[in-house]
């Protein structure tokens, strides 16, 4: 947990940070111009981004919260800001953050933010996964002092185990992996986050 005299996520951060309709429309806008966030703007990642800018579109028509979920968004008493690493070409990061973003809308005591994350490696490599710059990464701050009060990525603990065990089979391709991940999210229809997440925010509290 950060407290005032270590913070890496400071005010300026949250200020310049992205509320999720911006974070969409900044996506939009830069498949007009063929590229994606961050640096790489091969036909293969601007594909992935394309892919993953339907998936968002499907699940923002699509999620429903589960009646227990919405009851524990609605109990939120206090401030909190939900801070989002991402990027436009992450296939988990479509997968999860239209859930996260339909959880926020929830409450008014929630303030969601986006930033991409080659742009903000010194957070990033705070809230490392195995060693890894693994996204979508969620950081549950106080919205008065900015202390963390937890944080989340960058999948559900179930698809997480099996994309470890995936990335370890020489036998699967990459292609492969991340076939069967997002077969996984298919199957899932979202129940899984959205279980961690009331879990989550009961002890974010």
């Not at 699940?59 to 524990?72: A, F, H, R, Y």
């Not at 008493?77 to 992450?90: F, H, N, S, Y």
């Not at 999210?185 to 899984?192: F, I, M, N, R």
């Amino acid at each position: 947990m950060s407290t005032a005299t270590d913070q890496i996520i400071t005010p300026e951060i949250i200020d310049q940070a992205m509320d999720y309709e911006a974070y969409r429309s900044m996506i939009d806008d830069l498949l007009e111009e063929g590229k994606t966030t961050g640096t790489n703007h091969s036909d293969v990642i601007i594909d992935y981004t394309k892919m993953n800018v339907q998936r968002m579109k499907r699940l923002d028509k699509q999620v429903e919260l589960s009646e227990s979920l919405q009851e524990e968004l609605e109990a939120l008493d206090r401030k909190r800001i939900w801070l989002v690493l991402t990027e436009a070409w992450c296939g988990d990061a479509a997968q999860n953050v239209p859930v996260i973003a339909k959880m926020a809308e929830q409450t008014d005591n929630i303030d969601l933010k986006f930033i991409l994350r080659d742009e903000n490696l010194e957070i990033m490599d705070e809230y490392l996964t195995n060693g890894g710059r693994s996204i979508p990464k969620l950081v549950c701050l106080d919205a008065e002092t900015l202390d963390e009060l937890g944080s989340w990525g960058p999948r559900p603990a179930e698809a997480q185990q099996k994309a470890m065990q995936w990335k370890k089979d020489e036998s699967i391709s990459k292609e492969e992996w991340a076939e069967k991940l997002h077969k996984w999210y298919a199957s899932d229809k979202t129940e899984q986050l959205q279980d961690e997440f009331e879990e989550l925010i009961a002890g974010w509290k």
